[in-house]
Structures are given as structure tokens and as C-alpha cells.
């Protein structure tokens, strides 16, 4: 039977609640989402995501952002639609911390299936996952910690100027300054020497702590430098 759109006017046979597909769609929606953003953590070391309290891996960034969608979206169906699921995505803007993605909605209503699409963004928080933690913090045999208000701009004009194999593991920054860990002591030692050059530097602690034993079975130690740079 050919009905009436109430609200446009076009006739046709399929109609919800008086109103076109269409209309449906614009006017009264097949989904609601919780959130239109999604910010999940990304480990920098091995690019796992946490989903939930889960550290996945996938083979790309993409698949990343496909199982975040599938996993987090969780589209809620309208008033009138009896289900609603994801059927696909495609990404919006350049793949980057910050994602846009279009993604397509398969709703059904009664017999009539319904298909839509909502803009997202998917966000990467950088983040540290357990296991590197863990790795790294075996593996580091020097830890600089730099301190004082200029810290964090200095280190990474260091960085830059130095460039080359440093052996650094990890550079975190923590609300005092900047703590580095190096796999290496000749590393460290480059480093510090670069940072005296740029700024006066006072270094205030030196500790040792043993850690076991070394392959060769000699006694290892680690060490944890403090380097506080003077106000200017
Ligand atoms: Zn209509
Ligand atoms: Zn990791």
C-alpha cells in the first residue's frame, strides 16, 4: 500500500512511525552513541592499545582503530529501532593521534533494515604498557633524572643536538622534571656533558644499588644520577 510521508510529503511503501526512511533518519536517528569521542592509551614502545583493562596488539594502526570502534562504540539503537550494530568504518582524516572516522550503522526496524553513518574520533593518549615498564625498568643501567623549571626544554635541545646511539630506553617526563634511562653508562656520560654545556648543572646524587649479577657472573649495579639545572 502507498502511503504518505508526514513530514516530506513522498509517498512510498516503507514508513516508520508515519515517516519516510529518509525522514527516520534525520529527524529521529537509528543510533545514539555514548560518546562521540573515544580516547584509548597506546603504549610508544609496542604500540599496544588498552581497550577496557586489556592491552591488545594489532598488525597495523588501522586494525587498531577498527577493533577500538568495535570494541568501545557500542551504538545504542533510537526509540522504534530493534537493533543496531557497526558494519564498517573508514577513516576521515590522516591517521594520527587524533582520528577522525566514518563510521556505518546497520540498524534493523521490523523487516526494514536501515543503514547511517556518524563522524568519531578516536584518540591515543601516549601511554607506558605494564610489560615495557617492566622491561625496561630490568634493563636501564643509568637513570638521569633532570630537575629544575628549565629541565624538560633542555633535555630535548640536548636530545636534538646529540642525536646518534645514546642508548636511551625511555625519556619520561614527571612533574618535577625529566628522568632518563640509558642502557649504557658512556650514553649518560655523553649526555651530562651536553647538558653541562648548555646550562650550569649541578649534580647532586649518585647512588648505587645492586642488582644481581651480570652474565659473566660479576655483581652489576645501577646508577641513578640527579642533575638540577640552575635558574638562569
Ligand atoms: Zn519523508
Ligand atoms: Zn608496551
Known sequence: MVKTCISCGRKGEIFIKGLCIECFKNRIGIARLRDNEITVEMCTW?????????????????????????????????????????????????????TRVVVELRASVGNTIIRDSKSVVVRFKPSKCPDCVTRVSGEYDTLVQVRGSRARQIVYRVLA?????????????????????????GGASRFLSALKSEARVKISRVEHEHVGLSGGGRRRSRKTISARIDEP
Not at 599496544?48 to 594489532?58: D, F, P, T
Not at 568504518?89 to 591517521?95: A, P, T
Open 46 to 98: 609496542c604500540g599496544r592499545v588498552r581497550i577496557g583493562h586489556k592491552w591488545y596488539s594489532h598488525k597495523t594502526p588501522e586494525d587498531a582503530v577498527g577493533d577500538i570502534i568495535v570494541r568501545r562504540l557500542k551504538p545504542m539503537p533510537s526509540e522504534h529501532v530493534d537493533r543496531v550494530e557497526v558494519s564498517g568504518w573508514v577513516l576521515e582524516s590522516k591517521l594520527d593521534w587524533r
Open 161 to 185: 643536538n646529540l642525536g646518534g646511539e645514546l642508548g636511551i630506553l625511555d625519556v619520561v617526563e614527571t612533574r618535577e622534571g625529566v628522568d632518563l634511562y640509558f642502557s649504557h653508562r
